[in-house]
């Protein structure tokens, strides 16, 4: 089997179904809502192909990605040409140094692949180097709300002549450590044939209790507030289901 990553082509069929433009809208009026600074530049964990790339600079803002995948990384920098005001980071969340402060952040899809307490620690610690003073940092999941559920997941959609088949498990490898292996498969049935790609991360979970207790006790950061569904009218309060939640944390002066 091939590795998804290294095919960001294929990755990018696979979460087509997104509306970037919608979502980037909505970062912009989480700024506009409980930004604490003047935004020049953005800064994206774990960005992946960089699907917002292209509309943050479009719209004047320095962008900054981070990834550890060369491949992906490769992809995102096509998407943007030769723009001026993109930096790339390649690098792991856990130990990295950005160019320069960011004045707002964000982490989609719950890719906050951090394997251990360690490494998760160390990722809001790199995030607190990384950020300028009154910056939010969004997380979209990154915080389990159903706890000690293993999940499958599956959508398909055709484009053109290829049907993409997508299955997201999510298992859990050790409950008191509470890490999760995360696995992502990608079928493209297409003319001639279908191939098959996947990739699969540990990933040491958090629970929202224990996430406000770690966020409230951090000397870098405050808890802003979580909404459900990309809706920032929608607070999680009572919410259920919970999906693809925004949760919001302040960079301390
Ligand atoms: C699910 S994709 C998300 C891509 C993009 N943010 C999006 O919204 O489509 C996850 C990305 O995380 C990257 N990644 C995985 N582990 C990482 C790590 N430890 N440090 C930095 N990036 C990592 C992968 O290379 C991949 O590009």
């Known amino acids: 089997m091939e590795d998804l990553y290294a095919h960001p082509e294929y990755y990018e069929l696979a979460f087509a179904y997104r509306d970037s433009a919608a979502e980037q809208r909505v970062l912009e009026a989480c700024i506009a809502r409980h930004g604490g600074r003047r935004v020049e530049r953005v800064l994206e964990v774990a960005c992946g192909h960089g699907p917002h790339a292209p509309l943050w600079l479009e719209r004047g803002y320095g962008y900054m990605g981070l990834d550890c995948c060369a491949a992906m990384l490769a992809r995102a920098r096509e998407r943007v040409g030769d ?113 098959t790609f996947a990739t699969s991360a540990r990933k040491r979970v958090m629970y929202p209790q224990e996430f406000l207790q770690f966020i409230g006790h951090h000397p870098a950061f405050a808890f802003v507030g979580w909404w459900n569904e990309w809706d920032l009218d929608e607070p999680l309060d009572g919410a259920y289901p919970i999906n693809r939640p925004l949760i919001v944390i302040r960079r301390l002066a």
């Open 83 to 195: 723009a001026a005001g993109a930096a790339w980071i390649e690098g792991d969340l856990a130990d990295f140094e950005a160019p320069a402060p960011a004045d707002f952040a964000y982490v989609l899809l719950g890719s906050l692949y951090a394997p251990d307490t360690a490494a998760l620690h160390a990722h809001y610690n790199a995030m607190a180097r990384a950020l300028a003073p009154g910056a939010l940092y969004v997380l979209e999941w990154c915080v389990e709300f159903e706890p000690f559920v293993d999940m499958v997941d599956s959508w398909r959609h055709t484009y053109g002549d290829t049907v993409v088949e997508t299955v997201y498990t999510l298992t859990h490898l050790d409950r008191l450590e509470q890490t999760v292996e995360e696995r992502v498969e990608v079928t493209a049935h297409e003319a001639g044939g279908g191939r």
